[in-house]
């Protein structure tokens, strides 16, 4: 079996988090001049573990194995949010190139391939799972037309002015991708809670998003009794109870709904609110649970609406995203490399949160490992994980795309 | 019995109304331009109508009666609120004008003392109440020279660009000043839905207004199971259920309580809230009442408080407004004259919203009348109320001021 390099991982991913280092965090916005620092020391990072290296078209760090397939993709995002942690997506990508020179390092694999991708704006400061798109093929022409940061700037010039814009797009070969491997530490605190140091991931949950609007009667709140108010933030209240009843009944440990935000109007101590907003987002791995809470919420808005008083509606809502199942036999896989090296120490569960691995699995066969995240924390400049945690789930990584690979071996 | 004059009365009342009409309603904020010149007009009103009229200090107009007391004074506000209906205040100013001059004309009552106010900035442009606390002896220098309005005018200097800075300011005489009436409109529906035209007021609500804090842990809304989520929205949403639960077990149907604003933190789709923040009001006619509920919301603090998970707090309070109950001899003289003049189509009621007369009748007996507002609006434009309830409602008023007048002489 291959080993891995602890240091050298180590040492490698502390060197990408001085790439925009803020406090314990990282501010690296996609296609930032630090960004694009970043992305040219991967490139260098790629090719002395003997990848053929390149920056794509729309900002992709793309490292190709000289080996001939079947090959293993190994990638993730090294763009961060606004306050940014130094592992999220960065942690795949090392682990990929780490693995890439493990295995070039023994003679029982050296002959195998892995290829490494960052894909670019997994985080969306421009459009969400920018680079995995158009790695797949999806079409990113409108995004780069249209797409803007927070600053206003347009994708197209982003690229144009990172002298990118006409380089090659990277695209996926499907008679040498065979695989994807998602590495990237779990953003929330299950495993730890339960004193795991390994997760398998089954599926990338679905995901409803949609704002619900409330409206009633704008009143003075001294002169109007309570049986004559057509409160609408009373109302939203009393749907939250029943709506949390209702998607009690429903759910398994796993479903998780979400009022992110509530706003009553007009927002004074003195007035009766003649309507409020509530924004409900609710994720599951399993695609006919999300349509059940769908109807579920529907037949509860009937019914509201069925009584006088307060009307509710649902006022917008995101396309649907359906939840992504991972590759069985490549789950079977993670399992086995996690019980050889930490047994009893892992389990299977769902990512709760997205990841280029649901945009690319609709084209390979395609699994993720996490690794543990310090008080569940992410989306934070403390995100944090045991370095030991790091190490071994690098570990259990590189003994996976061995077996992977050898077995994509056999059977081609 | 004098007899008013409903065609002056209603002229009178659309005069006043056309200084700052906008649409339906009036901008006539304390002391603006237009402000001015309607104070102007009403000491000439005063003036005709054989009263000693000024503008005294701080704004308010007086008319005195020259008739020797016991006096009844009648008074209401002429200031709107930002977006103000045209019989809020003004109606109850016009009404005593009319009834100083119907008793002026009448043989049997031209020897009674009606003095008639316009207190200044009841609706708070500067300092809420500022005309009546001035008149009853409250100190308001301080508010003299610290309170600005929305442009950040000082009062100071809005009173001084007035010309009125100098001029003495109107005191009560208790010697001569035995009770106070204050004629309103209900600003409520309660009227209008159970089909009455005249309201007696028996209590002015209490009030207490504070900011309640829910504090749990801000968390990733996709990657944290619900079993171990510090969900602070979700908190004050369950807060609300008991509370509301707690509530009505002490109410009775003139309870009033509202959430008239509730604030997530950070508020986005994707995020559990870390901090939640509401603010409640309630009002009673009963300080036991208002007591009760305030231990209650105590008990419910603490129990929450004493599981784990989020913690619940108050961060700021009003200091508390006692309700203020109208005296019980001027209650009858207005229910007699209603009966008298509109058998079985009044009521007692508590006022839900606050008036001059809660600071006055501190001072001198003191009571309200309420003719219905139309759909129960207030504080906005379309504000308004049928002719003949106000000509009934000054009728009553009329009558009743009579009988005060002459039992305040028979016990003098």
Known sequence: MPKINPTR??????????FGA???????????????????????????AGLDASIDGVGNVFGRSRNAGPALLIGSHTDTQPTGGWLDGALGVMFGIEIARALAECDATKHLAVDVASWIDEEGTFAGFLGSRSFVGDSVDDAIRHARNREGTL??????????????RVRIDTTRHKAYLEPHIEQGGRLEAGGKSIGVVTTIVGIRELTLRFTGQRNHAGTTPMHIRR?????????????????????????????????????????????????????????????????????????????????????????????????HALQTHLADAAEALAPGQW???????????????????????????????????????EETHIVLGCEVAARAAANILHALHRDS
Chains 1, 2 share one sequence.
């Open 22 to 48: 803020t406090g314990p965090g990282v501010v690296r916005l996609s296609l930032s001049p630090i960004d694009l620092e970043a992305r040219r020391w991967l490139a260098e990072r790629m090719s002395d």
């Open 347 to 385: 389990e299977r569960m769902p990512s709760g949160a997205s990841h280029d691995a649901q945009v690319i699995a609709h084209h390979v066969p395609a699994c993720m490992l996490f690794v543990p995240s310090i008080g569940g924390v992410s989306h934070d400049f403390i995100e944090d994980t």
């Open 9 to 18: 991982l180590l040492n490698d991913l502390k060197t990408l988090r001085s």
């Open 155 to 168: 994708l197209a010039d982003a690229l144009r002015q990172a002298g990118i814009a006409d380089a090659p």
């Open 231 to 327: 409160d609408a933030g009373a109302a939203l209240v009393a749907f939250i109870a029943r709506m949390n009843d209702a998607f009690a009944s429903l759910a398994d440990a796993d479903t998780v709904w979400t009022v992110g935000r509530i706003d009553l109007d007009p927002g004074s101590f003195s007035v009766v609110p003649g309507r409020a907003d509530m924004s409900l987002q609710f994720r599951d791995a399993n695609a006919a649970r999300l349509e059940a809470m769908e109807r579920a919420l529907a037949t509860l808005i009937d019914e509201f609406n069925a009584k006088a008083g307060v009307r509710v509606e649902i006022i917008a809502s995101e396309p649907p995203e359906q939840p992504v199942v991972m590759d």
